[in-house]
C-alpha cells in the first residue's frame, strides 16, 4: 500500500535535516536582539521556542552532531548548520555579531553565548533568593 501524502509530508516535517522553502538565512527568530547579561534568560528561551519549532534545536544541543564529511549526510547537515547560524547571529545586537563573526558551527556559537552571558545572572538570582528569605 503506497504511503498518503500525509504521511510523506510528516516524515519531511519531522526530519531536522527538511528546510522549507521559508526557512531562510534572513529569517528572524527573535525581535528583541541579544545584547548581554540583562536579556540573555529570556533571549535564550525564545531561540529555544523558535528553533524547538522548526525541529532545528538539535543544532546547537548537541543531539544532532556533525557527520563525517565522507558521509551522505554531511552537505543537509552543513547546509542546515548554515542556517542555524544564521538565525542565531541575526538575534543578536551588532556588538555581539562582531564578537562571534568566525564561529562556524551553531553548537559553538550557542555554548559560547551561553558560557559568556548566562553566569552573569547567578550572582543576581542568589541576590533575589536572599532578599525573598528575608521578606520570609
Known sequence: MPASSTTI???YANNP??????????FILTSQPLTGLEN???WARSLFLALSSTNKFGFVNVSITEPDPNSPLFNSWSRCNTIVLSWLTNSLSLELKVSVM???NAKDLWIDLKDRL??????????????????S
Open 102 to 104: 568566525y564561529i562556524n
Open 40 to 42: 540573555y534568560m529570556s
Open 118 to 135: 548566562s553566569q552573569g545572572n547567578t550572582p543576581r538570582m542568589f541576590q533575589l533568593e536572599k532578599e525573598i528569605s528575608h521578606l
Open 9 to 11: 509530508v510528516d516524515e
Open 17 to 26: 535535516y527538511f528546510l522549507p522553502a521559508n526557512e531562510n538565512p534572513g
